[in-house]
């Protein structure tokens, strides 16, 4: 990638501390490529070519591009999520202890918490206000550092260093400020939105690494950022959509919310959200259930989410024979408890997609006396019947505060995504599978 993609990439990430304003930017770029929004709640008109996405929760979003026909329909499915971990803010958030005024969180996904201490944080999110007679959301990213989470000193805890352990109410706490007595956090988002304090109603919100991406090394071969899991593959997978076209298949490009906490939300990949916009779809043109259940034997899911490379320290981590290194092309990943759901048909789909697009690929999988996370595609599956393949970027560092990944992989990861939308595929009989370029 030329350095201002990768400088792209890296601003829309700074732009997405929360996955609200992931969806924001998310929105943004797809209009500005000519997309328009169909609102859950109305009625929906498509066309033949025509280009649209929806969104639910203001945290997941669904685009896809319509084919020219209707003939052996497929799907082209990939989906990346919007959130990562981090330390979400209670109601009635304010805690005066000690001559300090600290702010009550608890914990959002797996974060590694010792990287989350002693950094400028900021705060961003969703606060739901009263506008006149009408209830609406407002976007809030305050950027400036307003918050950190002091460490204590090695002099009071000698084992810092050797045998280290957080409890999440009781170290992890964000200091704000001084004083004797607690203030009224509604007073501060009012301040920061402009509004009438008595018009803040509730809020969902987040705290920030206030660390911006940046290109480093030697030869300039690594990137480094807050939330490279899993907002490089919605970056890089979105690219991919813009500029691949198919006439008989129709592209879906997904970004769900909530991944790091399950996904068992009506907007994350284990509702209906996915399944029910391809039921819409079908039914805005004619056609049956049955359709849809045809298409779908012929279709494929790419699962787009992060992979462990090798650590430079601790090699020893990673499996013997299936290791992941920076700036080696894109990861397919196994796992023989289907934690993933790439399996030899799927893998051996996205491989000859990578092939085309002159894409190199690796294998992961983990130590065998390891347990590893798991991600969206044995749950969006769960939900959508259809083959799947889990792929990722590899990086260092995941769940960190600050991530770390290869300059060059995010290049071929909208090379192989743009191959796969420029493609079709149909299975006229069980056991056959037929790809080609469309």
């Known amino acids: 990638m030329e350095y201002t993609e990768i400088q792209d ?71 990346s999520h919007s959130d990562a971990p981090t330390f979400k803010l209670k109601p009635n958030a304010v805690i005066c202890e000690n001559g300090y005024l600290k702010l009550n969180t ?23 206000v009263r506008e006149g007679e009408q209830i609406v959301s407002r976007y809030l990213n305050i950027e400036r550092p307003l918050l950190t989470i002091p460490s204590l000193a090695i002099h009071m805890n000698r084992e810092a260093n050797t045998n280290a352990s957080y409890n999440a109410q009781k170290d992890m706490l964000p ?34 690494c206030l660390q911006k991406g940046y ?15 899993d907002l490089q593959c919605a970056y890089t997978t979105l690219q991919g959509f813009l500029q691949g076209h198919s006439r008989r298949s129709l592209n879906v490009y997904c970004c769900f919310d909530n991944e790091e906490v399950g996904s068992r939300t009506r907007q994350g990949a284990a509702s209906a959200f996915l399944i029910d916009t391809l039921r819409r779809i079908l039914s805005a043109v004619q056609l049956k259930e049955e359709e849809l259940q045809r298409a779908l034997a012929s279709s494929l899911m790419i699962s787009a989410d992060n992979a462990h ?12 024979t299936n290791r992941v290194y920076l700036n080696q092309g894109i990861v397919i990943k196994y796992n023989a408890n289907q934690s993933y759901t790439s399996d030899a048909i799927s893998s051996a789909l996205f491989v000859e997609l990578c092939r085309q697009a002159g894409v190199k690929t690796q294998y992961f999988t983990n130590r065998s006396d390891l347990k590893g996370g798991g991600t969206l595609g044995s749950i969006s599956t769960s939900q959508v019947s259809i083959a799947s393949v889990d792929i990722g970027l ?9 991530e ?35």
């Not at 732009?15 to 859950?40: M, N, W």
């Not at 990086?395 to 505060?401: I, P």
Request: proline share 6%; charged share 20%.
């Open 215 to 229: 290109v480093w090394g030697r030869h300039h071969e690594f990137i480094s950022s807050p939330h490279l899991d």
């Open 106 to 128: 608890e914990g959002y996904g797996g974060m590694l918490c010792s990287t989350w201490m002693d950094r400028p944080l900021g705060l961003a999110g969703r606060v739901i």
């Open 309 to 320: 490379a090798v650590h430079p320290n601790v090699p020893e981590k990673s499996d013997p």
């Open 394 to 402: 590899p990086q260092l560092a995941m769940h960190s505060c600050n």
């Open 175 to 208: 200091l704000i400020g001084l004083g004797s007595e607690p203030f009224d956090m509604k007073a501060l988002l009012a301040e920061e939105l402009g509004i009438a304090q008595a018009d803040v109603l509730s809020f969902d919100l987040y705290l920030t």
């Open 9 to 79: 990439m890296l601003d829309f990430i700074t732009a997405s501390p929360t996955s609200f304003q992931a969806v924001e930017q998310l929105k943004a770029r797809l209009a500005e490529a000519g997309y328009e929004e169909q609102v859950e709640s109305a009625a929906w008109t498509l066309t033949p070519g025509g280009r649209y996405f929806t969104i639910r929760n203001h945290s997941s979003l669904l685009a896809w591009q319509m084919p020219e026909t209707l003939d052996q329909l497929s799907f082209n499915i990939v989906a």
């Open 404 to 438: 770390t990944a290869g300059i060059e992989d995010s290049a071929a990861m909208i090379r192989a995504i743009r191959q796969f939308y420029s493609t079709h595929r149909c299975m006229p009989e069980e056991g056959v599978l037929i790809q080609q370029a469309d």
